[in-house]
C-alpha cells in the first residue's frame, strides 16, 4: 500500500509560479517500480488529469490546459515526484492530488492510477 503526502501548494497572483511536491513511502510500494501524476479538483468541478511521468522519469504527458506551462519530474531515490506550475492561470484553481499508476503501466487518464493522496490546495487570483 502507498501513501502519498503532497505539499507547495497555496495562494498565488495569475502568471506566478508554485511548485508542488509529493512524497511517496509504504513497506511494499517500490517508488521506482510506478509510474506517477498530478490529477486535480477544481470547485463544483470533476476530477480531471494533469500530468503523468514513467516510473524512469523518460516519458511525460500532459493534459492540454497545462501544456507548456507545467513541467512533471521525479527523484527516484527521494521517492518523490514534483509538478513545476509556471504562468499560472485562475482556471488552475483547485485541489492537486498526487497520484500513483498501477505499476509502470502509464496513465495516461484518471482510471489508469491506483491511489492518490489527501490533496494540497493551489488558488490563483486575477
Known amino acids: 500500500q502507498v501513501h502519498l503526502v503532497e505539499s507547495g501548494g497555496g495562494l498565488v497572483q495569475a502568471g506566478g509560479s508554485l511548485r508542488l511536491s509529493c512524497a511517496a513511502s509504504?513497506?511494499?510500494?517500490?517508488?521506482?517500480?510506478?509510474?506517477m501524476g498530478w490529477i486535480r479538483q477544481a470547485p463544483g468541478k470533476e476530477r480531471e488529469f494533469v500530468a503523468a511521468?514513467?516510473?524512469?522519469?523518460?516519458?511525460?504527458y500532459y493534459a492540454d490546459s497545462v501544456k507548456g506551462r507545467f513541467t512533471i519530474s521525479r527523484d527516484n531515490a527521494k521517492q518523490a515526484v514534483y509538478l513545476q506550475m509556471n504562468s499560472l492561470k485562475p482556471e488552475d484553481t483547485a485541489v492537486y492530488y498526487c497520484?500513483?499508476?498501477?505499476?509502470?503501466?502509464?496513465?495516461?487518464?484518471?482510471?489508469?492510477?491506483?491511489?492518490w493522496g489527501q490533496g494540497t490546495q493551489v488558488t490563483v487570483s486575477s
Open positions: 497520484a500513483s499508476g498501477r505499476g509502470a503501466q502509464f496513465p495516461y487518464g484518471l482510471r489508469d492510477f491506483g491511489s
Open positions: 511521468i514513467s516510473w524512469r522519469g523518460s516519458t511525460t
Open positions: 509504504g513497506r511494499t510500494f517500490t517508488f521506482s517500480n510506478y509510474a
